[in-house]
């Protein structure tokens, strides 16, 4: 009868900690919170930035008793010409039951932006920036494929350009 007790308990903790991991995994992409939980991990990306040759990665992952989600985003560049740079930036999107999601970004060049983001289709859409000053926004869409497509706009005086494109891979290194 014990060995049945502690084997139900075992299994019932088991089946909990299952169900976490896989609502994290499966979440329904109706909502903003729950969509941007599937981003949950490492990803990367061979391409072009700003229009240098580039190596990206995205590190989604829950953080601050699982109240945000923080974003590291890096981007090696490499010029023609030889010349090497290195962007780095980071956000926190708070999770939350609402239509929107708030948060922040900031980066080694300097930038402070809040953000404000809502759930389109399979995809999150960042807005940065503030009335006045620099604006931007990303798209982060994930693909059938299980990858994700990033693109970046910013404002100028003649509309939206796009400045930055990439899909990321999953990666299995954390």
Same mark, same amino acid.
Do not use: C
């Given at each position: 009868?014990?060995?049945?007790?502690?084997?139900?308990?075992?299994?019932?903790?088991?089946?909990?900690?299952?169900?976490?991991?896989?609502?994290?995994?499966?979440?329904?992409?109706?909502?903003?919170?729950?969509?941007?939980?599937?981003?949950?991990?490492?990803?990367?990306? &061979?391409?072009?930035?700003?229009?240098?040759?580039?190596?990206?990665?995205?590190?989604?992952?829950?953080?601050?008793?699982?109240?945000?989600?923080?974003?590291?985003?890096?981007? %090696?560049?490499?010029? %023609?010409?030889?010349?090497?740079?290195?962007?780095?930036?980071?956000?926190?999107?708070?999770?939350?039951?609402?239509?929107?999601?708030?948060?922040?970004?900031?980066?080694?060049?300097?930038?402070?932006?809040?953000?404000?983001? %809502?759930? &389109?289709?399979?995809?999150?859409?960042?807005?940065?920036? %503030? &009335?006045?000053?620099?604006?931007?926004?990303?798209?982060?869409?994930?693909?059938?494929?299980?990858?994700?497509?990033?693109? &970046?706009?910013?404002?100028?005086?003649?509309?939206?350009?796009?400045?930055?494109?990439?899909?990321?891979?999953?990666?299995?290194?954390?």
């Amino acid at each position: 009868m014990r060995l049945l007790l502690v084997s139900l308990m075992a299994f019932g903790l088991f089946g909990l900690a299952g169900q976490g991991a896989l609502s994290r995994q499966n979440a329904p992409a109706d909502d903003p919170a729950a969509l941007i939980k599937q981003f949950e991990g490492r990803w990367a990306s &061979d391409g072009k930035a700003f229009g240098a040759s580039a190596q990206s990665e995205m590190i989604w992952a829950y953080a601050l008793d699982d109240k945000f989600m923080r974003l590291d985003y890096r981007i %090696e560049m490499t010029r %023609e010409g030889g010349e090497a740079s290195v962007f780095q930036g980071a956000a926190f999107y708070r999770l939350s039951d609402s239509a929107k999601l708030r948060a922040f970004w900031a980066d080694n060049s300097g930038d402070l932006h809040p953000v404000s983001a %809502e759930h &389109d289709g399979s995809a999150i859409v960042s807005h940065w920036g %503030e &009335d006045g000053g620099k604006q931007g926004r990303t798209r982060y869409e994930l693909l059938g494929s299980g990858d994700m497509m990033v693109t &970046d706009w910013i404002r100028t005086p003649e509309g939206w350009r796009q400045f930055n494109r990439n899909v990321f891979t999953r990666s299995s290194a954390d």
